[in-house]
């Protein structure tokens, strides 16, 4: 009788330890059977180092692979040509689609369709894989095991498993090992006490050792680490009375519900990391926190010189903070005033960066150092940044620039050209 579910796989690696047990010696290829989750048949392994700084062994022949990840590890493997092993994904916001309507006060409407996560437009059939855990609910271990993966590489720091301090994130790992099944764990930047873009970096590496493919991963990783560079560069030194304040909004509707205008980024997120120690200007907000609700006075009070909109409960485009009914009463913000506001791209599921952070970089630079950056078109930036990370062509660059909703920066933004 075929078993199943988890009783079933954790009696079929008890036996396949059994015959381990009574065929030691008999080859010199590594055997399957230990909690690594080794098949029954003879299989190589590689041992890979995970953010944990614990060894994993894995078959150098992967063919099937569980994903608990909100796009990063999705995209890697996207990069490396290896997505098509994906047999089953851990966050729901990479399965769909998205749309987000507004009106101005003067009843005009805004529509943004099909926005997306960058790798879901790159491969539509990733919607229809199974779901084996979504944002704030445990992992469903019976349909995880009966996918039969060769390897399980989960994000931590993702909306899907929050923190490692979080005893449910540690005990989804210990079950999953349990099963039999090899867990390669990364580390987001939210697990760590001071935020920093290295440990992405690191991520994208370990992803590539999984894979055997080191040399492809750290040209990614390289790629987008000169990218933030380049701004650091352009930046670095600006005495501090010549740096602008800059403020991440977000224009979330559930603040407004609660009574306030929306929420900010205090000093101790990647935001704060990203506009203080790559781009050199200065964060409005000296509070901590990671979505501070802030009221309509709290927003006057702090008066950025510059506004970038987060994706808080959705997306926002700058021409919602100008022009929407809801926003009238901080019309008189300088940054409303001068038109300096932006927006980040729409990022599903944002609670850790992924291989599109330094759009997140460049656009923050743009808004704060308009002069600095003029030789820079943000639109075609981001064309070559498509094309570099994914090797796509123009066409789907643009696509990608539209399924992020930042075409705004084309046909809207003052700051932008």
């Not at 003029?374 to 639109?379: E, P």
Request: charged residues 25%; contains cysteine; hydrophobic residues 35%.
């Amino acid at each position: 009788m075929p078993v199943s579910g988890r009783r079933g796989r954790v009696t079929v690696v008890l036996c396949l330890a059994f015959m381990l047990v009574l065929s030691a010696g008999c080859t010199g290829t590594e055997q399957s059977g230990d909690a690594s989750g080794l098949s029954g048949d003879e299989t190589e392994y590689r041992t890979i180092v995970d953010s944990r700084g614990v060894e994993v062994q894995v078959p150098t022949e992967i063919s099937r692979v569980v994903t608990v990840s909100d796009g990063l590890i999705e995209s890697v493997m996207t990069v490396l040509g290896e997505e098509k092993k994906i047999v089953g994904v851990g966050s729901s916001c990479i399965q769909r689609n998205f749309n987000y309507t507004f009106q101005t006060s003067d009843g005009e409407t805004y529509e943004y369709k099909d926005g997306m996560n960058p790798v879901t437009y790159l491969n539509s059939w990733i919607m229809d894989l199974p779901l084996v855990g979504k944002s704030g609910t445990a992992i469903n271990y019976e349909t995880l095991a009966g996918l039969d993966p060769d390897v399980v590489i989960l994000r931590a720091g993702s909306c899907t498993l929050r923190s490692m301090k979080d005893e449910g994130v540690q005990k989804t790992i210990w079950t999953i090992e349990d099963l039999g099944i090899p867990v390669v764990v990364l580390k987001a930047h939210p697990c760590y006490d001071d935020p920093d873009l290295s440990t992405i970096s690191d991520e994208i590496r370990i992803i590539g050792e999984v894979f055997g493919k080191e040399e492809r991963a750290g040209e990614l990783a390289d790629y987008l680490e000169s990218q933030t560079s380049l701004v650091f560069e352009r930046t670095i030194g600006i005495p501090e009375d010549e740096k602008p304040d800059v403020l991440v909004f977000g224009a979330s509707p559930s603040s407004r519900k609660n009574g306030g205008a929306g929420n900010v980024k205090g000093i101790d997120t990647i935001e704060s990391y990203f506009i203080e120690e790559i781009v050199h200007a200065k964060n409005a907000s000296q509070e901590p926190g990671n979505s501070v609700v802030v009221s309509a006075e709290h927003l006057l009070a702090l008066d950025p010189d510059v506004i970038v909109l987060g994706t808080s409960s959705g997306y926002h485009p700058p021409e919602e903070l100008y022009s929407a009914p809801y926003y009238q009463n901080v019309a008189e913000l300088s940054a409303v005033k001068n038109l300096r506001v932006s927006s980040f791209p729409w990022e599903p599921c944002n609670c850790a960066k992924r291989l599109e952070y330094p759009i997140d970089v460049m656009v923050i630079a743009k808004a704060a150092y308009p002069d600095r950056f003029a030789d820079i078109d943000l639109g075609e930036w981001l064309l070559d940044f498509y094309k570099n990370v994914y090797g796509v062509d123009d066409e789907t660059a643009e696509a990608l620039r539209s399924a992020q909703w930042m075409d705004w920066c084309v046909e809207t933004c003052p700051t932008c050209g």
